[in-house]
């Protein structure tokens, strides 16, 4: 297979600012933007007496938003042995399917700032800064800062996996172990003094590495003539740490992140070098005799005799060690009984909502009394302690996400003219069942693991048919 593909994205908008008085112009601004991405890939595959398969694979991607290395280039090779086919296991009547799975591939990514990043612009100054010369007024223009050497971050992934089935394939299953490596990784970095027109500027500067294990099964337990009974699940545990972050041979710095509502500029995350993604970076918490956090009592961790910046730990993250899920369909004759469910373990979320609500200080304001977590009862907090490790709570959950009962009718209406039949299935589902988990605040699955402005996901109820013709 050969293949090449174009894509263009632009946006345009317009904004106006004029007076109210004289409807006089202040100022008209219409910034427009154009991406293209281009692509050449070809494929090939080959198998041999269905036991032994290859699958070779080549990009060439081009960006417009890059200037001096505009184009990458992404082989990826995957093998397959059919073990099951073969002459020692052809007739096993127990493990009646075994293959195995290996690969090693890469791909690329490009999307990363704006479209002319890395190209020299400039910006038109506002009327505040036009300067009058020779009897004109002179709009000046300031050159902005860009990184010229952009280029295609790039990841790089191993894999080995099994296929496993059992009694007729009654019973199957599959594991898979992978190790990936992201160089190059577009970062949004500070830039020192006078080496570039600005202060932050997206450079290829990091790396992290991601490994992990897979393992999913699927069994039909029941299989007769009124009974049908399948379950399956899957699990995976995943580990990620950042292995280079800055342009600095020490890494010793690392970047904060993790904005959160409350105070000026906070920031309850940090990526660092042998650290996690989005870390969380935070004091820890003293606790009086019956446990509960003393304000502003922190551990002098550096040990200097003072609480400052340096007394900041990581702790936690909010990515999961472990996740899984589990489906289920149960069938009596017409009758169908369907559920799954999803979960994780080892991730951590901070409550921002708790953070920033349980303040006493703000129980009495304006003459007016404020609305106040009834959680603040057990801390009780004059003040805000937002960089606290007390607000980071085990997020680990386990969501009943679906059950569907149905009712099948195959053969509700019958045609002799037309040779056909009627069939209609009448079904009942609810979504967002159930939750369980020990965090207090109100969704256990936050992206990024702050808490501060979720939506809350409703549970729906629907009734329905469905018609088969």
Wanted: overall charge negative; charged content about 20%.
């Amino acid at each position: 297979m050969a293949g090449y593909s174009w894509q263009q994205f632009y946006y345009k908008s317009t904004d106006y600012k004029y007076r109210l008085d004289n409807n006089a112009a202040l100022s008209e601004k219409a910034p427009a933007g154009e991406l293209f991405l281009v692509s050449f890939f070809g494929r090939v595959n080959y198998s041999y007496d269905d036991r032994y398969m290859i699958t070779a694979t080549l990009r060439r991607d081009g960006t417009s938003r890059f200037s001096n290395n505009k184009w990458g280039l992404f082989p990826s090779v995957a093998l397959g042995w059919n073990i099951g086919n073969e002459a020692f296991l052809k007739d096993n009547d127990v493990l009646t399917t075994l293959k195995m799975r290996a690969s090693w591939g890469q791909t690329g990514q490009q999307g990363v700032g704006d479209y002319y990043g890395t190209l020299a612009t400039y910006y038109t100054n506002l009327l505040g800064s036009w300067y009058q010369f020779g009897g004109q007024m002179i709009n000046p223009i300031t050159a902005l800062g860009y990184n010229a050497d952009l280029k295609w971050e790039t990841t790089t992934t191993w894999n080995v996996g099994f296929d496993f089935g059992f009694l007729n394939d009654r019973i199957t299953a599959g594991i898979d172990a992978y190790w990936r490596e992201t160089t190059d990784l577009l970062n949004h970095i500070p830039v020192p003094a006078l080496g570039n027109l600005t202060n932050y500027l997206d450079s290829n500067i990091g790396s992290l590495v991601n490994k992990g294990i897979e393992f999913d099964i699927n069994a039909i337990a029941i299989d007769s003539k009124d009974w049908t009974w399948q379950i399956g699940g899957n699990v995976a545990w995943n580990n990620t740490k950042i292995t280079k972050l800055t342009a600095s041979p020490d890494d010793l710095t690392g970047i904060e992140t993790g904005g959160i509502s409350g105070g000026v500029g906070n920031n309850i995350q940090m990526h660092q070098v042998g650290f996690p993604p989005n870390a969380y970076y935070v004091y820890e918490q003293v606790y009086d005799a019956d446990g509960r956090p003393i304000e502003g009592e922190y551990v002098d961790r550096n040990g200097n005799g003072k609480i400052d910046a340096g007394d900041k730990y990581f702790y936690h993250k909010p990515a999961a060690d472990v996740t899984l899920g589990v489906n289920t369909t149960l069938s009596y004759k017409n009758w169908t009984l369907a559920a799954s469910g999803h979960g994780s373990i080892g991730n951590w979320v901070y409550n921002n909502v708790a953070s920033d609500g349980e303040m006493l200080a703000d129980l009495w304001t304006n003459n007016f009394t404020s609305n106040r977590l009834q959680s603040s009862l057990y801390s009780n907090f004059g003040q805000a302690c937002y960089l606290s490790d007390y607000y980071v709570r085990d997020g680990s959950f386990f969501k009943i996400d679906n059950i569907t009962l149905g009712y099948t009718f195959p053969n509700l209406f019958k045609s002799r003219k037309l040779e056909r039949s009627l069939g209609l299935n009448i079904y009942a589902t609810v979504q967002n069942v159930a939750t369980f988990t020990r965090y207090d605040g109100l969704d256990p699955e936050v992206f990024e693991g702050i808490d501060n402005n979720l939506y809350p996901r409703p549970r729906t109820y629907i009734l329905g048919l469905k018609f088969n013709f």
